[in-house]
Nanobody, 125 residues
Framework: QVQLVESGGGSVQAGGSLTLSCVAS????????MAWFRQTPGKEREWVAA????????YYAPSVKGRFAISQDNAKNTMYLQMNSLKPEDTAIYFC??????????????????WGQGTQVTVSS
């Protein structure tokens, strides 16, 4: 069983930056992707970014490409999301997720087994 804990959320003005962290209790070797999702109350959960944990390949949603950077530190069992040039539409609860099986569809939320509790990001105009 894997437990994920996010941190680093907060309130920032448009154009500012935040770094989110996701710490896993153990390495998720059975799966090959970890990802960040976000959700605004009353709206569907949205995929933000994913990382192939063994080869360190990264993938981004068009809305955040060029502004966000996903990375990992395997020695610390930690994944990061560096968010720059934040916009009001980035306001959401951000969730860390990890697969427990091998797959190629890194944007599908129903392919992820383990989820963190979420951390709030608020961007004011």
């Amino acid at each position: 069983q894997v437990q994920l804990v996010e941190s680093g959320g907060g309130s920032v003005q448009a154009g500012g930056s935040l770094t989110l962290s996701c710490v896993a209790s153990v390495r998720t070797d059975s799966g090959n992707y970890m990802a960040w999702f976000r959700q605004t109350p009353g709206k569907e959960r949205e995929w933000v970014a994913a990382i192939e944990t063994r080869r360190n390949f990264t993938y981004y949603a068009p809305s955040v490409k060029g502004r966000f950077a996903i990375s990992q530190d395997n020695a610390k069992n930690t994944m990061y999301l560096q968010m720059n040039s934040l916009k009001p539409e980035d306001t959401a609860i951000y969730f860390c997720a990890a697969r427990d099986t091998q797959g190629d569809w890194w944007w599908r939320d129903d392919d992820y087994k383990y989820w963190g509790q979420g951390t709030q990001v608020t961007v004011s105009s």
